[in-house]
């Protein structure tokens, strides 16, 4: 068995490990460290699909450019020239609502002000100023119909199902939207706390001029781009293993040990940049620390079906659509991919890439491919105006799920935190383990590379790296 010791050793080549093994390359270009992959390719969830002119994603389609961090790592990837951008400010989104498809404004004061909201719930919003905090750890769906009403639910429905595929009738509101529920308990409505926060930031001199709203975000290649280029940037075999997997990790002189098939490799800072369950199965191996208060938590899987048509398909300039639980639709939704960045179908084609499955409906994916591409077609021919069926189509199929953020899921951060405090050199991020966007695992893996840097330049007498929080 090879041996070697390293500053750093991260297992996970998904886009929080290559995020942090860059952040850490760029700040101190001499540190030691190596990477582990189990799979033969860098990416984890972020994984884009060519074929026949049309370019698909099998998870993340994008983020927001609002967020440093991610901004940094495209440029330390050098795809600057690569971006391509759909700015919210011109796009829309539509939401399926009693069978078709309405456009949604792009903030929550003009739905509110719109005809898709009746008036009786309008004013029933008002009421939010005197609901109290409901105690406990209440699901997203308890929660906005205490302090919102019922008809705002298809709308919380839509967002959470974009956003995790779940079912807001257990994704916990704590877990989700954690500075939501403080500011709530903090003043006891969410609209007199935000509004007690733009108080003092006026009182601060904080300059209040409107922001443009951000832009979806990817490359010209797909979103797989980006961690192709940052492994890229590190030395195969040497900096980069991939088929590599982590079999167990113990605590050494030098700080951690962790073993390979073919490997024993010493470290004082070891990051654990995988996904909640797989950083769980690990971790519950490990002498020392104590049992976490879940072995594992749910997930949820979806398939996405790429759909292309000729010019003769009607399909509405936006981002594209979502669907309600109430609506009973097959899909979760869709997004027009061609619209958001053209060069994803052949010239007089438009792609669409539909959602199937999640929490609520895991039994569609086990449909064969071809009932799936039918009972989707139907689907969207009823929203949408689809004289003739696909003439491209590709079914991909769940290769990880979406972690849920339910019953339970706040106490394991608690955990966290505590393992955190009792094991040094540990580190913990990854998908699910705070948040699942791009923008969140790429923002914990700065605060992560701050705290390995922290440790290693005060070892070696260097001044300290503050981290940088947002």
């Known amino acids: ?71 940094r790592l495209i440029s330390l990837a050098g795809l600057e020239g690569e971006v391509e951008k759909a700015p919210l400010g011109k796009f829309v989104r539509y939401i399926c609502l009693n069978g078709k498809l309405n456009l949604i404004p792009q903030n929550p004061r003009k739905i509110l002000f719109s005809n898709l909201v009746p008036l009786r719930a309008k004013l029933r919003v008002v009421a939010e100023l005197w609901k109290k905090p409901l105690p406990g750890e209440p699901s997203v769906a308890d929660w906005v119909a205490h302090r919102f009403g019922r008809a705002i639910l298809p709308f919380a429905d839509a967002v959470f199902t974009g956003t995790y595929a779940g079912d807001i009738e257990r994704l916990k509101i704590d877990a989700v939207m954690p500075g939501i529920r403080k500011l709530e308990f903090e003043h006891g409505s969410l609209v007199r706390g935000l509004l007690h926060k733009r108080k003092e930031q006026k009182k601060s001199g904080a300059k209040s001029k409107r922001l443009a709203l951000p832009a979806m975000t990817s490359f010209r290649g ?97 981002f594209g659509y979502l669907a309600p639980e109430r609506e009973k639709r097959f899909a979760l939704g869709a997004l027009f991919s061609s619209h958001m960045f053209p060069g994803r179908a052949p010239r007089d084609h438009v792609l669409m890439e539909a959602l199937v499955g999640g929490r609520r409906h895991p039994e569609r994916l086990e449909l064969d491919d071809e009932t799936m591409i039918n009972r989707i077609y139907d689907d969207l021919s009823r929203l949408l105006v689809l004289p003739e069926k696909p003439c491209f189509s590709h079914v991909m199929r769940p290769r990880a799920g979406i972690p849920q953020l339910e019953a339970g899921y706040p106490s394991l951060l608690s955990w966290l935190e505590k393992v955190h405090e009792q094991s040094a050199g540990l580190h913990i991020c990854g998908f699910g383990w705070h948040g699942i966007g791009i923008n969140d695992m790429t923002k914990e893996a700065r605060k992560v590379a701050d705290n390995v840097l922290r440790d290693t330049r005060s070892r070696k007498g260097e001044a300290e790296v503050k981290g940088v929080y947002f």
């Not at 998904?14 to 033969?40: M, Y």
């Open 1 to 71: 068995m090879k041996t070697k010791n390293v500053d750093v050793l991260i297992a996970g080549a998904g886009l929080s490990g290559l995020s942090v093994a860059h952040f850490l390359k760029d700040e101190r270009p001499d540190i030691s460290l190596v990477v582990l992959e189990k799979s033969e390719r860098p990416g984890g969830a972020i994984l884009s699909h060519s074929e026949e002119g049309y370019l698909a994603e099998w998870g993340a389609h994008g983020f927001l450019d609002n967020c440093e961090e991610s901004r």
């Open 222 to 318: 797909g979103m797989a781009r980006l961690p192709q280029a940052m492994a890229a940037g590190l030395r195969m075999n040497d900096e980069l293993f991939y088929r590599t997997e982590v079999m167990q990790v113990k605590r050494s002189s030098e700080g951690w040990e962790v073993t390979t098939n073919q490997h024993s490799i010493t470290c004082r800072n070891l990051v654990l940049a995988l996904p909640v369950n797989p950083s769980l199965a690990l971790l519950d191996r490990v002498g020392g620390i104590s049992a976490p208060p879940m072995s594992e938590i749910p997930e949820a899987r979806i398939a996405t079906v790429a759909l292309g048509f000729t010019d003769k398909a009607r399909v509405p300039f936006g």
